[in-house]
């Protein structure tokens, strides 16, 4: 069986033009995958309208997906289209020891302690967890002991749906990340942390996102997120998705 690396590239309605360098990031892994021996699976069709559960939830269904489509697994790593992988990212599926994979989420502290905060208010009677242990959704590399967690997630959600959205309307913290870290880190689940750079996000607080491209002397995996708009304004995110994706492959 192979480990197989799950995109969710989808082309939500109104909000085309965001999906446009999706292409530059599956291509990076799809080369990615093939040198390592795994497989990629892109998710490019919403299995719910957007009004009832946002994009990014659907990767959780990732496990029942990939059994429908008839693709034998070992390990799954959901990772987000908006990113382009280093040719020479070492094998990330080779160092999880078979524990829930992931990596800190190292951007904006205030950003983690208000989704702390306001989710053990509003969502989770009050339970919490260090805030050291929150972690990024945008790389979870997992396997089939790991899926209750998934379906928990899934039917936390539709049982708290409504209270789910409007959080994310009232406070701006996120859609699924913070659900699932509550979901994992109040559980007895073994997790590994892997370092920043299988999951490098916030690339502008880093200083590292700049027309030298010094990010790219990390080999690991670039998230082109958090980008403050007057940079956007100049450089947006497929010009940077781009000329990575050119620079370490090629034309």
Known sequence: MKNVVVMTAVKVPGMEERSIPYKYGIASFKKWCEKNDCELFVLDTALHEHDVMRINFHRYYA??????????????CITDADAIIHPECPNFFEMTEGKYTVTSCDGSFDWIFRSLENYSKYVFEGKTFPFWNYFNAGFQVVNKNHRHLWNELIDFYFSNQELIVSMQKNFGVGTDQPVI??????????????????CMADLVRKEILNLDFTFLNFKGIYQFNAIPQQIKQQYDIEFWMKTSYEKLYGK
């Open 63 to 76: 496990f029942d997906l990939l059994e429908q489509s008839g693709i034998e697994y070992d390990q799954i």
């Open 181 to 198: 870290n509550y979901i994992v880190n109040l559980s007895d689940t073994k997790t590994k942390y892997l370092p920043y750079e299988f």
